[in-house]
């Protein structure tokens, strides 16, 4: 079992930055794909961006492409997500998720994924 808590969520003015964070419980962190999904209301949760177990490989949404970042320390059992340059358009509840990696594994996918937190909410003003 994974137990995700992110944090790092709030209200930021357009083209500021924020940066979520998201620790995890168990000893299997490391084995597992994380990955960031986002949501407003009435709107299906869609992909944001993910990172493999080792940090290896990356892959983001076109729409965040150039201005989040994905990272995570395994010492730490913490994925993060540092956003830049926040537009209003950016304005959802986050919420990180974990899978088992393995070869093949669609990232973007948010069916794939086993485990999720509560979310933290994202507000951009304009």
């Known amino acids: 079992q994974v137990h995700l808590v992110e944090s790092g969520g709030g209200l930021v003015q357009a083209g500021g930055s924020l940066r979520l964070s998201c620790a995890t419980s168990?000893?299997?962190?490391?084995?597992?794909?994380m990955g960031w999904f986002r949501q407003v209301p009435g709107n299906e949760r869609e992909f944001v961006a993910a990172?493999?177990?080792?940090?290896?490989?990356?892959t983001y949404a076109d729409s965040v492409k150039g201005r989040f970042t994905i990272s995570r320390d395994n010492a730490k059992n913490t994925v993060y997500l540092q956003m830049n340059s926040l537009k209003p358009e950016d304005t959802a509840v986050y919420y990180c998720a974990a899978v088992r990696d393995y070869y093949g594994l669609e990232y973007r996918d948010r069916t794939k994924y086993d485990y999720w937190g509560q979310g933290t909410q994202v507000t951009v003003s304009s």
């Open positions: 990172i493999s177990w080792s940090g290896a490989r990356t």
């Open positions: 168990g000893r299997t962190f490391s084995t597992h794909a």
